[in-house]
C-alpha cells in the first residue's frame, strides 16, 4: 500500500509486481481501489472495532480516494501516482468510467462510517462535522460534532438523551496522534488515553447536553518508507495528522527531484483560506543546486553549490487544480 492508501503498483495489470516495489511516478493507485480498501476496513470495522482499520480506512479516504476528484467535481482520476512530470491530470471521461459513480457513492455515504453500534456501545471512527440520530438500547441518542478536522484536531461531541442512559462511548485515537487531551463537560478527563485496540473507552450514565471535548494534537511528520522500498530510499513524505501532503511545481519551481529538506529544517503550518477553498499549506526552506554554469553540459566533475529556496506543500488531495507542472509527494532529504 502505498502512503496515500493507494492500492497497485503496476498500471500494466492494474495490480502488484514484486514485495516492496512500489514505484511512484507510474503508481496505478486506482480511485476505485481506495475505495474498495474504505469498503473493506469499513466491514472488518463490523466484525472487530480495531484502530488498525480505521487507520487505513482514513488514509485512504482523505488521501487515496478524495485525490480521485477534482474540487470543482467535474473531473476526476483514474490512476493517482505520487510524481508527476507535468502530463498527469483528471480526466473528463474515460474509456473505463469506473470512478466518477464510485467516487459519488461514496462521498453520499460518508456517514456510514463514521459511527458502529454495539450493545450498550457507540464507536465514533471518523471525526466529521455533523449531527446523528441513532438507536441504542432501545434509547434514541442524539449526537453532533464540531470541528474543523482534518485542519485541526479539537473536537467537540455534544449528546442528548431523553432520559439519563449507562453505555460505553469509544472514541477513536488515531495512530498518528502522539498525545491526546479529553474532557467532559469542561473537566479533564483523560490526558494520553488508555487505549483498547486505538479507542479510548467512556462508561457512564450519559445525560442530555453532556460535551465531550478532544483535543489531538497535529504536528507535521516526515514519513519514512522500509529500506526495501528502493524508490523512496533517503526520501520522507510530509504528514500531518491524516494528510498526506506534496509538492507542486507552481509553488516551488521546475525540479522538484533536486530539492533537498535538511533533516533539522523547522517546518511551519498556516491555514491559507484564498489558496484551493482553503487549505492548511507547511512552508520552510529547502536546498537546490544552482543551474549557473550548467547550461550546455550533462555532466560535471565540480557540481555546484547549492541555494537555499523557500518551500511550500499542500496537502496531496488538492493538487492538479491548478495550472499544470510537476508534482512530488516523497522529497530528499539529507
Not at 166 to 172: K, S
Not at 319 to 324: C, L, S, V
Request: charged share 25%.
Amino acid at each position: 500500500m502505498y502512503v496515500t492508501g493507494g492500492l497497485g503498483s503496476s498500471r500494466a495489470n492494474e495490480g502488484y509486481t514484486s514485495d516492496y516495489d512500489l514505484p511512484n511516478e507510474t503508481a496505478c493507485a486506482e480511485t476505485c481501489a481506495a475505495i474498495g480498501l474504505i469498503l473493506f476496513t469499513h466491514r472488518l470495522l463490523q466484525i472487530e472495532p480495531d484502530g488498525v482499520y480505521a487507520d487505513v480506512l482514513e488514509r485512504a479516504l482523505y488521501n487515496g480516494a478524495l485525490s480521485g476528484v477534482s474540487l470543482r467535481g467535474d473531473r476526476f482520476f483514474y490512476e493517482n501516482p505520487l510524481e508527476n512530470r507535468g502530463n498527469h491530470h483528471r480526466w473528463e471521461w474515460h474509456e473505463c468510467s469506473c470512478c466518477p459513480p464510485n467516487i459519488a457513492r461514496l462521498l453520499a455515504s460518508l456517514g456510514q462510517y463514521v459511527y458502529s453500534r454495539g450493545e450498550n456501545e457507540l464507536y465514533v471512527h471518523l471525526y466529521v462535522g455533523s449531527s446523528a440520530v441513532l438507536g441504542i438500547g432501545g434509547k434514541e441518542m442524539r449526537l453532533s460534532q464540531q470541528t474543523d478536522y482534518p485542519w485541526e484536531g479539537k473536537i467537540r461531541l455534544q449528546i442528548d438523551f431523553d432520559n439519563p442512559t449507562e453505555l460505553t462511548l469509544a472514541l477513536r485515537i488515531p495512530g498518528w496522534c502522539r498525545a491526546a487531551e479529553m474532557k467532559i463537560n469542561g473537566e479533564t478527563a483523560l490526558i494520553f488515553p488508555v487505549l483498547q485496540k486505538g479507542y479510548a473507552k467512556l462508561r457512564r450514565a450519559w445525560q442530555a447536553g453532556d460535551l465531550i471535548e478532544l483535543d489531538l494534537p497535529m504536528q507535521v511528520e516526515r514519513m519514512q518508507a522500509h529500506p526495501n522500498v528502493r524508490a523512496n530510499c533517503g526520501r520522507v513524505a510530509l504528514q500531518r495528522g491524516p494528510l498526506v501532503y506534496c509538492l507542486e511545481e507552481i509553488d516551488n519551481a521546475q525540479n522538484l527531484n533536486d530539492l533537498v529538506l535538511p533533516r533539522e529544517e523547522n517546518l511551519e503550518v498556516h491555514f491559507e483560506k484564498n489558496l484551493l477553498g482553503g487549505i492548511a499549506v507547511i512552508t520552510g526552506t529547502a536546498k537546490r543546486r544552482a543551474l549557473d554554469k550548467w547550461e550546455g553540459a550533462l555532466y560535471r566533475a565540480d557540481g555546484s553549490k547549492s541555494e537555499t529556496v523557500p518551500f511550500k506543500a499542500i496537502p496531496y488531495l488538492a493538487w492538479d487544480n491548478r495550472p499544470p507542472g510537476e508534482m512530488l509527494v516523497w522529497i530528499r532529504e539529507e
